[in-house]
């Protein structure tokens, strides 16, 4: 049973408001860099459970990273711990966003951090590709988990969107499970209700706090998949109602992909451009709020869909899915960044840091590339 210590909480604001500050690449890149603070180094959990945390947490709406860090809190210190850890790791992103922001309205421009970037994106493959060969392991339980986990790789490949591979591995798993033991031994289940819900702010005749607060809740709400579906969403709630450009919202994507912490702190950006600080906050708070509770309903079910035989099967095949999609985004990306040797050359370090001396912390993988990448463009 976790406890809400005064030393706990304080340890889960040091690591996940580190890890707001490092975390770039993205949800496979930020679970990554939690599996080693979380499960390797600091031992709060074990691998399995950690697992089921991920395949519960694809499940539910909204960023899926953050909603780990509050499942990662709870776990540590109680239901303070799920609020602190969703802090901390949201609050650098949201500084750094806003700030931009700011820069961005009053000066037109926005720094050049270009060089940092290429060099952080190889460290994060390096990062991933360890995350992912560690969770595959205990993924992996079966000859059948691991065809279904060729599936979903290959689904997720073949460009089918991530959810919806995620989903059919969890129901094609499920009922090959059931009818293998059905004969075996009648599963009990235990069903959890689920609610998602809808806030509509048509209803306010101009574009007030009130109003970016309630957009941008009915997008954090319904939001499934990665960031880059955030774009759809903002695009048909902001675009097309004339609020935004689309340009505009191509730069706020942009500042939320090369800012660490969650991709939704483009929530920040836009909410500062759409009604200053006020709308930066609502649009913050808009976002997130959701993640909060449905993690906050989720967390206590985990367990119970775990001890549970029917739901067992759903859980075991939605976790070797979500490693699946793990390694899709990883050659993906690959394939983007890998395009040059002094991305070759920061891979093949950061690879070395990342296996070869396994204690080394993923923040400093992190800033070796970074370095790197400024240093190497001079060459």
Same mark, same amino acid.
């Given at each position: 049973?976790?406890?809400? $210590?005064?030393?706990?909480?304080?340890?889960?604001?040091?690591? &996940?408001?580190?890890?707001?500050?490092?975390?770039?690449?993205?949800?496979?890149?930020?679970?990554?860099?939690?599996?080693?603070?979380?499960?390797?180094?600091?031992?709060?959990?074990?691998?399995?459970?950690?697992?089921?945390?991920?395949?519960?947490?694809?499940?539910?709406?909204?960023?899926? $990273?953050?909603?780990?860090?509050?499942?990662?809190?709870?776990?540590?210190?109680?239901?303070?711990?799920?609020?602190?850890?969703?802090?901390?790791?949201? =609050?650098?992103?949201?500084? %750094?966003?806003? *700030? =931009?922001?700011?820069?961005?309205?009053?000066?037109?421009?926005?720094?050049?951090?270009?060089?940092?970037?290429?060099?952080?994106?190889?460290?994060?493959?390096?990062? %991933?590709?360890?995350?992912?060969?560690?969770?595959?392991?205990?993924?992996?339980?079966?000859?059948?988990?691991?065809?279904?986990?060729?599936?979903?790789?290959?689904?997720? =490949?073949?460009?089918?969107?991530?959810?919806?591979?995620?989903?059919?591995?969890?129901?094609?798993?499920?009922?090959?499970?059931?009818?293998?033991?059905?004969?075996?031994?009648?599963?009990?289940?235990?069903?959890?209700?689920?609610?998602?819900?809808?806030? $509509?702010?048509?209803?306010?005749?101009?574009? $007030?706090?009130?109003?970016?607060?309630?957009?941008?809740?009915?997008?954090?709400?319904?939001?499934?998949?990665?960031?880059?579906?955030?774009?759809?969403?903002?695009?048909?709630? *902001?675009?097309?109602?004339?609020?935004?450009?689309?340009?505009?919202?191509?730069?706020?994507?942009?500042?939320?992909?090369?800012?660490?912490?969650?991709?939704?702190?483009?929530?920040?950006?836009?909410?500062?451009?759409?009604?200053?600080?006020?709308?930066?906050?609502?649009?913050?708070?808009?976002? &997130?709020? @959701?993640?909060?509770?449905?993690?906050?309903?989720?967390?206590?079910?985990? @367990?119970?869909?775990?001890?549970?035989?029917?739901?067992?099967?759903?859980?075991?095949?939605?976790?070797?899915?979500?490693?699946?999609?793990?390694?899709?985004?990883?050659?993906?990306?690959?394939?983007?960044?890998?395009?040059?040797?002094?991305?070759?050359?920061?891979?093949?370090?950061?690879?070395?840091?990342?296996?070869?001396?396994?204690?080394?912390?993923?923040?400093?993988?992190?800033?070796?590339?970074?370095? =790197?990448?400024?240093?190497?463009?001079? *060459?």
């Amino acid at each position: 049973m976790p406890i809400s $210590s005064s030393k706990n909480l304080k340890e889960v604001a040091a690591v &996940f408001f580190k890890l707001g500050c490092f975390a770039f690449g993205g949800p496979a890149a930020h679970i990554a860099m939690m599996e080693q603070e979380v499960v390797s180094k600091r031992q709060w959990m074990t691998r399995p459970h950690f697992l089921d945390l991920i395949g519960a947490t694809n499940l539910i709406p909204g960023p899926n $990273s953050t909603e780990m860090t509050m499942h990662c809190g709870h776990e540590r210190a109680g239901k303070k711990g799920l609020v602190v850890a969703g802090l901390s790791f949201i =609050l650098p992103a949201v500084v %750094i966003t806003g *700030l =931009l922001a700011f820069v961005y309205v009053r000066y037109g421009s926005l720094p050049q951090v270009a060089p940092f970037i290429q060099g952080i994106q190889p460290a994060v493959l390096a990062i %991933i590709a360890a995350a992912i060969l560690k969770l595959g392991k205990k993924a992996v339980k079966t000859w059948e988990l691991g065809i279904i986990g060729v599936f979903v790789l290959a689904a997720a =490949l073949l460009g089918i969107n991530e959810v919806v591979a995620l989903l059919l591995g969890g129901v094609v798993g499920f009922f090959y499970f059931f009818l293998k033991n059905t004969l075996k031994r009648p599963p009990h289940a235990q069903f959890a209700p689920f609610f998602i819900y809808f806030v $509509s702010a048509e209803v306010l005749a101009k574009l $007030s706090t009130l109003k970016i607060f309630l957009t941008f809740l009915k997008v954090g709400s319904i939001l499934y998949g990665s960031g880059y579906v955030l774009f759809a969403y903002l695009d048909a709630e *902001l675009v097309t109602a004339g609020y935004l450009t689309r340009p505009e919202l191509i730069e706020a994507i942009g500042i939320g992909q090369f800012t660490p912490g969650p991709v939704l702190s483009t929530a920040t950006f836009i909410g500062y451009q759409l009604g200053g600080f006020w709308g930066a906050v609502a649009a913050t708070a808009g976002i &997130f709020t @959701p993640s909060f509770l449905f993690v906050w309903i989720l967390n206590p079910w985990v @367990p119970r869909m775990r001890r549970s035989s029917l739901f067992g099967y759903f859980l075991d095949s939605v976790n070797v899915a979500a490693v699946a999609v793990m390694l899709a985004v990883l050659y993906i990306m690959a394939v983007e960044t890998l395009i040059d040797w002094r991305a070759m050359v920061i891979l093949a370090i950061s690879a070395i840091l990342v296996f070869r001396f396994q204690k080394v912390s993923v923040v400093w993988v992190i800033v070796v590339g970074a370095v =790197l990448g400024y240093l190497l463009q001079y *060459l």
